[in-house]
T-cell receptor, first 118, second 111 residues
């Protein structure tokens, strides 16, 4: 079974500083994808970044980067130069590729609430 | 504009009164899913669909039904809602190997 663990229920960061949100995962499938989503207080789910299990380089999207350590099964999100608008819940998620039970499911972690302090 | 549209956005209803939450996407996506979000539990998948007439259970399917008669629509049906189904619900769609696009969510309160 697939599992995503986010061990930080809440975090604070000073504006303009970088912050790392932790995510570890567990799967026996060799092919999988890892995602990060942002959920502001307004409730919508916003896709941030994607990392495939076979990707050689860490994914980056603007101020977001994914620190992918395959051997440790971790996929931490790094936000550089935090802004007040980054205050939100952040969810890590995993999708596996092979057929069978769970192959098309997206499994989410419980989330980390990030608060950016002016 | 590419989007996933859920209706209603908010609903307060009573135990046992059948309700349907509609979901429609305009991106010709094959895959669609329903999730519920509860405090401290993150998002949990209720049902998903790989294409028209192909659906399967997610992690928490009890008390819910879905149908996929057309590619664009994936309604969530609560035949006899109960208070433990009070939650925030999301519909999502995607194409193969792409990230999910989420709807704006539906807040259901069942009294």
């Amino acid at each position: 079974a697939q599992k995503i663990t986010q061990t930080q229920p809440g975090m604070f960061v000073q504006e303009k500083e970088a912050v790392t949100l932790d995510c570890t995962y567990d799967t026996s499938d060799p092919s999988y994808g890892l995602f990060w989503y942002k959920q502001p207080s307004s409730g919508e789910m916003i896709f941030l970044i994607y990392q495939g299990s076979y990707d050689q380089q860490n994914a980056t999207e603007g101020r977001y980067s994914l620190n992918f350590q395959k051997a440790r099964k971790s996929a931490n999100l790094v936000i550089s130069a935090s802004q007040l608008g980054d205050s939100a819940m952040y969810f890590c998620a995993m999708r596996t590729a092979y057929s069978g039970a769970g192959s098309y499911q997206l499994t989410f972690g419980k989330g980390t609430k990030l608060s950016v302090i002016p | 504009e590419a989007q996933v549209t859920q209706n209603p956005r908010y609903l307060i209803t009573v135990t046992g009164k059948k309700l349907t939450v509609t979901c429609s996407q305009n991106m010709n996506h094959e895959y669609m899913s329903w999730y519920r979000q509860d405090p401290g539990l993150g998002l949990r998948q209720i049902y998903y669909s790989m294409n028209v007439e192909v659906t399967d259970k997610g992690d928490v399917p009890e008390g819910y039904k879905v149908s996929r008669k057309e590619k664009r629509n994936f309604p969530l049906i609560l035949e006899s809602p109960s208070p433990n189904q009070t939650s925030l619900y999301f519909c999502a769609s995607r194409s193969y190997n792409q990230p999910q696009h989420f709807g704006d969510g539906t807040r259901l309160s069942i009294l």
